[in-house]
């Protein structure tokens, strides 16, 4: 069940992340609140998360879900560079979170 929660919690950290880009400074009410509450659920789960993993496995693991998903949007709605050299470096995070899952 820790990974789900963490699966979980990365993914909402994507959504706050992202999220932030929408509120302008925390100018706008709408994302504003829907940021924070995706900041507030994602920091939860990550504790929730905590109890059945190491630390370092959950942080690292939950920052890189953040990292790559983060990244993907990026590119996708903002029009983000997509250079072979990103999308490479993008990869790699994407593997270490694969290997810290099949290490732990």
Known sequence: MSWIYLALAGLL???WAVGLKYTQGFTRLVPT?????SMAASLGLLGLALRG????TAYA????IGTVGTAVLGIAL?????????LLCIA???GGII??????
């Open 78 to 86: 903002f029009g983000e560079p997509a250079t072979a050299a990103r």
């Open 13 to 15: 950290e994507i959504g």
């Open 33 to 37: 609140v829907l940021t924070v509450a």
């Open 61 to 64: 693991v939950w920052t890189g």
């Open 99 to 104: 290997g810290l899952k099949l290490a732990g």
């Open 53 to 56: 993993l190491p630390l370092g």
């Open 92 to 94: 790699l995070i994407a």
